[in-house]
């Protein structure tokens, strides 16, 4: 069965920093481009970053840009988001997403496979 998961949620202060992982289960990333999109309460979700599955293209959303970092290690099958300088309005389900191919784009409907999130709580 292919699967997601996501971990590394929690609650942490302004200011604090997190890892999240995204461990594949079932099949390779070594093909897939990956995402990661959050949604916090009320609103839509949102496209965070995405890596190719390469990791030699990255791209950020503008909100997240100099705090956030994604990498791979497609050795473990797992990607992460380094997330520093954390603010309340990071507060949100983080989901990680995959599509296979090597696009560098990550668009919301277009992913294939998703995993059910871990929430992240910026709060002092």
């Known amino acids: 069965q292919l699967q997601l998961v996501e971990s590394g949620g929690g609650l942490v202060q302004p200011g604090g920093s997190l890892r999240l992982s995204c461990a594949a289960s079932?099949?390779?990333?070594?093909?897939?481009?990956i995402g990661w999109f959050r949604q916090a309460p009320g609103k839509e979700r949102e496209g965070v970053s995405c890596i190719s599955s390469s990791g030699g293209s990255t791209n950020y959303a503008d909100s997240v840009k100099g705090r956030f970092t994604i990498s791979r290690d497609n050795a473990n099958n797992t990607v992460y988001l380094q997330m520093n300088s954390l603010k309340p309005e990071d507060t949100a389900v983080y989901y990680c997403?995959?599509?296979?191919?090597?696009?560098?784009?990550?668009?919301?409907?277009?992913?294939?496979?998703w995993g059910k999130g871990t929430l992240v709580t910026v709060s002092s």
């Open positions: 997403a995959a599509v296979a191919g090597t696009s560098t784009m990550c668009v919301d409907y277009g992913m294939e496979y």
């Open positions: 079932g099949f390779t990333l070594d093909y897939y481009t």
